[in-house]
């Protein structure tokens, strides 16, 4: 019996290549570094956290683990629903193992997780990216259901204690689905990195004035 009829992995995804992994983590250290020293932060503090804290060390707030990746398909070694249909798509075969270029267009903070934008390109969307990937997420997010497809595309950077990753897609899909009912965001500042806009209840997005662009792995996780 094949291994791929035995076992799906924990899920697919783009996983960034070894010295990707560390520029994307710099970068995020330092929008992080500046964002609380900020006194836009600090005036939206009690947004950001129920505690009576005067300040947050948000590089200590944010917990990483793992390797940096975006997800396309979470498989739950096979319990999750769709899970084998992805993993039998001839896309997802032929092009496993193989090097991609992810265009990281923003970053964003809430009181739950840190992450980044990843905004696919039509090539990957067609071929990698699940058509319900948005869909799922109607449950927690209802806006979901009419965002572009690819929405839902990030990294997830850091989680605050006892946040599930998945939170971040979440996350980051309430922010674009403010964006899509007209609301700019409060522009905060401009940044060296970009202009960074607020959207209430501790929601901060970093539009980057250049994209980064990060290599990466088409691969699975078994965990
Ligand atoms: P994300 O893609 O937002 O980082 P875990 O360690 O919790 O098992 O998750 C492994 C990876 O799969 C993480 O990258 C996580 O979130 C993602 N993930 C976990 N659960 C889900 C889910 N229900 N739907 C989509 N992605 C998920």
């Given amino acids: 019996v094949p291994f791929e009829e035995t076992s799906l992995p924990l899920f697919f995804g783009w996983f ?3 010295g990707v992994q560390d520029k994307v983590r710099c970068t995020s250290m330092d929008f992080l570094k500046t964002l609380d020293t900020l006194e836009a932060f ?5 947004d950001f956290t ?4 005067k300040e947050v060390d948000l590089e200590q707030y944010f917990q990483a683990n793992g390797a940096l990746h975006c997800t396309t398909k979470f498989c739950d070694y096979g319990k999750a629903e769709g899970a084998k249909e992805y993993a039998d798509k001839p896309a ?41 990937a948005e869909k799922e997420a109607v449950p927690v997010v209802p806006a ?7 929405s839902r595309a990030h990294i997830t950077l850091g989680c605050a ?34 202009s960074l806009a607020y959207y209430g209840k501790g929601r901060w997005l970093l539009s ?8 990466a792995c088409f691969s699975s996780l078994y965990g």
């Fill in 16 to 18: 960034l290549l070894p």
């Fill in 42 to 46: 600090k005036k939206h503090l009690p």
């Fill in 50 to 53: 129920v505690e009576a804290e």
């Fill in 92 to 132: 997802v075969k032929e092009l496993y193992g193989s090097a991609f270029e992810l265009s990281l267009s923003a970053l964003f903070v809430t009181p739950r997780t840190v992450g980044a934008r990843v905004s696919l390109s039509e090539d990957q969307l067609i071929t990698l990216w699940p058509a319900d």
């Fill in 144 to 150: 979901a259901a009419t965002l572009p497809a690819g």
């Fill in 161 to 194: 204690e006892g946040v599930e990753p998945q939170q971040t897609g979440f996350d980051l899909l309430e922010i674009l689905a403010l964006q899509q009912e007209g609301q700019e965001g409060e522009l905060v500042e401009e940044m060296e990195l970009g």
């Fill in 208 to 215: 980057l004035r250049e994209p980064v662009s990060a290599q």
